[in-house]
């Protein structure tokens, strides 16, 4: 006999090897719902971690823009209103005012990790017959690519933007029917013009956006456009995605500029990413709560199987604790032993998923994430579970009439 | 005068008190046991001798009367007290269910040892070893309760009821369920036993044969000892 394990330890272990069947059947159900836990956790969190990355990887965190331009309603010489109907201006583009000494203050602040002035504005790109309407970034490539990960999205060509390149989507290049090393007009609203050589194609991973994409030099953006010295938008990254929002009302407070977080312009994303957590929570939770029921009835079948064992037990001076402990013991043994079992069958489960499922371009679906934390909380998670379900059956057993129970 | 290690006045034992049910089963016991003493208690089935038993062995509480042992007036105990004093100066022999079967036969004996302390010791293992030499079972150390006959699995009981040195040991009908050899081994075990450590027994049996071998005989009837 173990001379390190106390009495209660011996006891519960002896008991739950005993009944091997019994034992091996809830160890089974608790290490199948512990398994369900770890594959969906570490799957949706893949899952998450994925959709993230593509969304946050192709569109800044935080974008500061110029503030709405409203109209001020006319006043007479005592301040009166003159006429109550206020109509919205049009909004010119128009630069970010200061925009050189807003990105110094953004640079200073902890939380963010990069910041990219860019000149947006729509244009013409003309190929011989074919014309398409663009959306114009101008963009300094060391900052920008920081933010939205253009190199990785190149299909074709280089990430190369000097004055004279152009980057485009590859649904634009096709309409044109341009590809690496074609030249194109710009044209610009003004009537500016600019002939850029394609120097990449990107896939952003939307059609839409991949028809009207194009990344040109801030300069050259500046000058199409325009706007001299000028910058339409400061984009921004930070360390925490989910502080985005209150970083960027925290911004647009201190500052004269309108701030939007991704949060606050990917709203339905936001709410399905929401919705996807909070649908995961309750699958846990009910899978927790079926273990725990399973493991409760178990115990309850033991403590009345036992009870003859629980009344000698008494008889020869075991305190109600001690037996209380006993089974206690044993619901946190089965939940922890189940959790291991689960914990390896939920990884192999999650590497073979991981291994099969593929998306499309035959790229992996989500990328493996297998955690130390992951595994340690639900071990944690199940043998409180375990526990929690034993305090019934333990009580119950502790509260047995040794009379009643050696008579059986 | 030898050592007083039991005394019962006027105990008294009902069942469902205060409704129309109530059953009284034992009534006005007065009994007296002494260090050294081997007694035989006897009496028809339902007459109240399991519920004397369980009443001397803490395990159940009289409705009125007083009980003592070793002088310790044990109505004002709580639960943990009476625990406590049973697993120090009571050992128990059943009929049945003799074993916890989820343990071999030294680990059995080492049980009651084992809860009182906490952990098992080589001290504990050597005095459970001493007690199954003693009752002619060291061999049969290591094997489950299942892998033993039942009058090897009542010697190993009277073992586990030595553990802890008691001063009582309560066996109630131990012998019933074995065949005469086994029955008379097993006593003569225990009267062993009763004449080595001057250990007190008190014996629950319908055997005349074996009654008649004990120091006194109490007859309880109705739930009355018998004059």
């Known amino acids: 006999m173990n001379h390190w394990l106390p009495f209660e330890w011996i006891t519960a272990v002896r008991f739950l090897r005993e009944g091997r069947l019994q034992t091996l059947f809830i160890i089974g159900g608790i290490a199948i719902g512990v398994g369900v836990i770890v594959f969906m956790s570490a799957m949706l969190a893949?899952?998450?971690?994925?959709?993230?990355?593509?969304v946050l990887t192709s569109q800044p965190q935080i974008q500061l823009l110029t503030p709405d331009q409203v109209a001020r309603p006319l006043r007479g010489a005592g301040g009166e209103i003159e006429d109550a109907r206020v109509q919205r201006p049009s909004q010119r583009v128009i630069s970010i005012d200061?925009?050189?000494?807003?990105?110094?203050?953004?640079?200073?602040?902890?939380?963010?990790?990069?910041?990219?002035?860019?000149?947006?504005?729509?244009?013409?790109?003309?190929?011989?017959?074919?014309?398409?309407?663009?959306?114009?970034?101008?963009?300094?490539?060391?900052?920008?690519?920081?933010?939205?990960?253009?190199?990785?999205?190149?299909?074709?060509?280089?990430?190369?933007?000097?004055?004279?390149?152009?980057?485009?989507?590859i649904e634009l290049a096709k309409d044109l029917g341009a590809t690496v090393g074609d030249k194109l007009n710009i044209q610009a609203a003004s009537g500016a013009n600019r002939v850029l050589t394609i120097s990449g194609l990107v896939d952003l991973g939307n059609k839409g956006v991949n028809q009207r994409a194009s990344y040109v030099a801030l300069r050259t953006a500046q000058s199409l456009l325009g706007m001299i010295g000028g910058v339409t938008t400061i984009d921004m990254t930070v360390t925490d995605i989910y502080a985005a929002e209150e970083i960027a009302q925290r911004i647009q407070a201190a500052d004269a500029v309108?701030?939007?977080?991704?949060?606050?312009?990917?709203?339905?994303?936001?709410?399905?990413?929401?919705?996807?957590?909070?649908?995961?929570?309750?699958?846990?939770?009910?899978?927790?709560?079926?273990?725990?029921?399973?493991?409760?009835?178990?115990?309850?079948?033991?403590?009345?199987?036992?009870?003859k064992d629980i009344g000698i037990l008494r008889a020869m001076g075991t305190s109600r604790g001690q037996i209380l402990r006993v089974f206690l013991l044993q619901g946190g043994l089965l939940g922890f032993i189940g959790s291991l079992f689960g914990?390896?069958?939920?990884?192999?489960?999650?590497?073979?998923?991981?291994?099969?499922?593929?998306?499309?371009?035959?790229?992996?679906?989500?990328?493996l994430i297998l955690e130390r934390q992951l595994f340690v909380l639900t071990a944690l998670l199940a043998t409180l579970t375990g526990l929690l379900a034993a305090t019934a059956p333990a009580l119950r057993a502790a509260k047995l009439d040794p009379v009643v129970a050696i008579r059986g | 005068?030898?050592?007083?290690?039991?005394?019962?006045?006027?105990?008294?034992?009902?069942?469902?008190?205060?409704?129309?049910?109530?059953t009284e089963?034992?009534?006005?016991?007065?009994?007296?046991?002494?260090?050294?003493?081997?007694?035989?208690?006897?009496?028809?089935?339902?007459?109240?001798?399991?519920?004397?038993?369980?009443?001397?062995?803490?395990?159940?509480?009289?409705t009125s009367g007083r009980l003592t042992i070793k002088g310790q007036d044990t109505g004002t105990l709580g639960d943990t007290e009476l625990t406590r004093l049973r697993g120090h100066t009571i050992g128990f022999v059943f009929q049945y269910h003799l074993l916890i079967s989820a343990f071999t036969a030294r680990e059995n004996v080492m049980m009651p040892m084992l809860a009182d302390r906490g952990f098992a010791s080589a001290e504990i293992e050597q005095r459970a070893s001493k007690l199954l030499a003693q009752v002619g079972l060291e061999k049969?150390?290591?094997?489950?309760?299942?892998?033993?006959?039942?009058?090897?699995?009542?010697?190993?009981?009277?073992?586990?009821?030595?553990?802890?040195?008691?001063?009582?040991v309560l066996a109630d009908e131990p012998t019933g369920n074995l065949d005469t050899k086994s029955a008379d081994s097993v006593f003569e075990l225990m009267r062993q036993v009763n004449r080595d450590s001057g250990t007190s027994f008190l014996l629950v049996t319908h055997n005349l044969d074996l009654a008649r071998r004990c120091d006194r005989i109490i007859e309880v009837v109705d739930g009355r000892i018998q004059p």
Request: hydrophobic share 45%; aromatic share 6%.
């Open chain 1, 343 to 367: 914990a390896v069958m939920g990884a192999c489960a999650l590497a073979y998923w991981h291994s099969v499922a593929r998306q499309a371009d035959g790229s992996e679906l989500f990328p």
């Open chain 2, 25 to 62: 089963v034992l009534h006005d016991i007065d009994l007296r046991l002494e260090h050294g003493e081997f007694l035989a208690l006897m009496g028809p089935s339902g007459s109240g001798k399991s519920t004397l038993l369980n009443i001397v062995g803490l395990l159940d509480r009289p």
């Open chain 1, 98 to 169: 200061q925009w050189p000494k807003i990105r110094s203050q953004m640079l200073t602040m902890p939380e963010v990790t990069a910041v990219a002035p860019t000149m947006s504005g729509s244009a013409l790109a003309v190929r011989g017959d074919a014309s398409r309407a663009i959306t114009l970034s101008g963009v300094e490539p060391d900052s920008y690519f920081k933010i939205v990960k253009v190199p990785d999205y190149i299909v074709a060509g280089e990430p190369r933007l000097t004055s004279e390149d152009i980057i485009i989507g």
């Open chain 1, 46 to 54: 893949g899952l998450q971690a994925n959709f993230i990355k593509r």
């Open chain 1, 258 to 307: 309108e701030a939007d977080s991704w949060i606050k312009t990917n709203a339905q994303f936001f709410t399905a990413v929401q919705a996807q957590q909070t649908s995961n929570t309750l699958i846990r939770l009910f899978v927790a709560m079926s273990v725990a029921f399973g493991i409760a009835a178990v115990l309850i079948v033991s403590v009345i199987q036992r009870s």
């Open chain 2, 1 to 22: 005068m030898a050592e007083e290690i039991l005394r019962l006045e006027k105990v008294c034992k009902a069942y469902n008190v205060g409704q129309t049910s109530e």
């Open chain 2, 140 to 168: 049969f150390a290591n094997n489950l309760a299942t892998n033993m006959s039942g009058g090897q699995q009542q010697r190993v009981a009277v073992a586990r009821a030595l553990a802890m040195n008691p001063d009582l």
